[in-house]
């Protein structure tokens, strides 16, 4: 059975008018169905897949001033004659451009002399919203299942099984790694696979990082200066998240995919990949990893359900804290067990309300494992309910 998860937004403006493999040409061909698709393979060359065609630039603007409705992928390898005859206006008036890379992108539609500037609306295309996927008439979701949609925010894991992405996710998040950057014009080094790993192994600050590449080798001394421009650049390409420390001028990292953050810290605690590791282990390793990518994901969840950003707090140590400007707005701890006992509630009212003005919710995978409390209990009903109001 083929999932299509709706994505409003960008179907708004698909109908109107990053990252790879975030379904950016699937949903695309799949909303704009009267559009005809051709793909600009490496040498410029335009291939039509339909119809097993291929043109070069002068034959395919012969195309474009006879017919209407275009979509054209992997624009940025296209012969510069074609970003001139756009200039020109000599091309049909519905055209939608894709494309893989931000790095190209921005040498079209930025700088003094971009020869695309103006003429497009520009949307980036990232890993599905949770608040989509909630959306989404599953069926019953239950505790396992909710974990498995965490996963499915990567549209190619979408309708498999835990075991199949743990298994086979591996290759698939190394050669995605390898892909964006190649595609964003940087090589692959062992330091940005070192940043992935200390990351992944819960060293998320700038000097926690540092050290753990100083303490492989791969540094020649303890200096930050050496892995900024990692980090930057692996937060451009949308492989990391920068997240603010609220009351601090410092930052921590995270992985922006649940998928690469499992199997970076698979490979860095466990040495997955190298020593073989059953299923009955495995799941026993999930249990500590899992409950920490549910947690991001509802964070993201909330984030867009209230166009709020989230915030890392310290002291006292908050799940999720979403801010409005300077203010805390929402505070939640996640709870994603079985049982939960008094104590535990009682110790997270204690922590939250600290936070008088913002609202405090307890998230867990069902309400009826709560015991009296005067925080907002929400559980995967209420997302979903909420989701579905939104």
Same mark, same amino acid.
């Given at each position: 059975?083929?999932?299509?998860?709706?994505?409003?937004?960008?179907?708004?403006?698909?109908?109107?008018?990053?990252?790879?493999?975030?379904?950016?040409?699937?949903?695309?061909?799949?909303?704009?169905?009267?559009?005809?698709?051709?793909?600009?393979?490496?040498?410029?060359?335009?291939?039509?897949?339909?119809?097993?065609?291929?043109?070069?630039?002068?034959?395919?603007?012969?195309?474009?001033?006879?017919?209407?409705?275009?979509?054209?992928?992997?624009?940025?390898?296209?012969?510069?004659?074609?970003?001139?005859?756009?200039?020109?206006?000599?091309?049909?008036?519905?055209?939608?451009?894709?494309?893989?890379?931000?790095?190209?992108?921005?040498?079209?539609?930025?700088?003094?002399?971009?020869?695309?500037?103006?003429?497009?609306?520009?949307?980036?295309?990232?890993?599905?919203?949770?608040?989509?996927?909630?959306?989404?008439?599953?069926?019953?979701?239950?505790?396992?299942?909710?974990?498995?949609?965490?996963?499915?925010?990567?549209?190619?894991?979408?309708?498999?099984?835990?075991?199949?992405?743990?298994?086979?996710?591996?290759?698939?998040? @190394?050669?995605?790694?390898?892909? =964006? +950057?190649?595609?964003?014009?940087?090589? $692959?080094?062992? /330091?940005?696979? &070192?940043? *992935?790993?200390?990351?992944?192994?819960?060293?998320?600050?700038?000097?926690?990082?540092?050290?753990?590449?100083?303490?492989?080798?791969?540094?020649?001394?303890?200096?930050?200066?050496?892995?900024?421009?990692?980090?930057?650049?692996?937060?451009?390409?949308?492989?990391?998240?920068?997240?603010?420390?609220?009351?601090?001028?410092?930052?921590?990292?995270?992985?922006?995919?649940?998928?690469?953050?499992?199997?970076?810290?698979?490979?860095?605690?466990?040495?997955?990949?190298?020593?073989?590791?059953?299923?009955?282990?495995? @799941?026993?390793?999930?249990?500590? =990893? +899992?409950?920490?990518?549910?947690?991001? $994901?509802?964070? /993201?969840?909330? &984030?867009? *359900?209230?166009?709020?950003?989230?915030?890392?707090?310290?002291?006292?140590?908050?799940?999720?804290?979403?801010?409005?400007?300077?203010?805390?707005?929402?505070?939640?701890?996640?709870?994603?067990?079985?049982?939960?006992?008094?104590?535990?509630?009682?110790?997270?009212?204690?922590?939250?309300?600290?936070?008088?003005?913002?609202?405090?919710?307890?998230?867990?995978?069902?309400?009826?494992?709560?015991?009296?409390?005067?925080?907002?209990?929400?559980?995967?009903?209420?997302?979903?309910?909420?989701?579905?109001?939104?």
């Amino acid at each position: 059975m083929s999932i299509i998860i709706k994505r409003p937004e960008l179907e708004e403006f698909l109908r109107k008018n990053g990252r790879r493999k975030t379904g950016k040409t699937f949903y695309t061909r799949y909303v704009l169905r009267n559009y005809q698709y051709f793909i600009v393979r490496k040498g410029g060359s335009i291939y039509d897949p339909v119809n097993d065609e291929e043109f070069d630039t002068k034959t395919f603007l012969r195309i474009c001033r006879k017919e209407d409705n275009i979509i054209l992928d992997e624009f940025h390898r296209a012969d510069s004659k074609l970003f001139d005859a756009l200039h020109a206006g000599e091309f049909c008036e519905n055209l939608v451009f894709i494309t893989s890379t931000m790095h190209y992108y921005r040498e079209f539609t930025s700088g003094p002399e971009a020869p695309l500037k103006g003429l497009f609306s520009i949307r980036r295309v990232g890993l599905i919203s949770p608040v989509d996927l909630l959306r989404y008439e599953w069926g019953e979701v239950d505790k396992e299942f909710f974990e498995l949609l965490v996963f499915y925010q990567e549209p190619a894991l979408i309708s498999r099984d835990l075991k199949d992405i743990v298994y086979s996710g591996r290759e698939f998040a @190394k050669s995605l790694v390898g892909e =964006i +950057l190649d595609e964003e014009d940087y090589t $692959f080094t062992r /330091r940005y696979n &070192a940043v *992935l790993e200390a990351i992944a192994a819960g060293k998320n600050k700038l000097t926690e990082i540092t050290n753990y590449l100083y303490s492989r080798g791969l540094l020649p001394k303890p200096s930050t200066s050496y892995i900024t421009k990692y980090l930057e650049i692996l937060v451009k390409t949308g492989l990391l998240e920068k997240i603010e420390i609220f009351g601090r001028k410092k930052s921590i990292y995270r992985h922006v995919s649940p998928l690469t953050e499992l199997e970076y810290y698979l490979e860095t605690r466990y040495g997955f990949g190298e020593v073989p590791l059953t299923w009955h282990y495995l @799941k026993k390793i999930l249990e500590n =990893i +899992l409950p920490l990518l549910v947690e991001r $994901f509802i964070e /993201r969840f909330l &984030a867009e *359900l209230y166009g709020l950003k989230p915030v890392k707090i310290l002291d006292p140590e908050i799940d999720i804290a979403l801010l409005d400007y300077r203010r805390v707005r929402i505070v939640a701890e996640v709870k994603w067990v079985n049982r939960i006992t008094r104590e535990t509630v009682r110790k997270i009212e204690s922590k939250l309300f600290r936070f008088e003005d913002a609202e405090k919710i307890l998230i867990v995978p069902d309400k009826a494992i709560v015991p009296e409390t005067s925080l907002s209990v929400w559980d995967i009903e209420t997302l979903i309910n909420k989701a579905k109001k939104r």
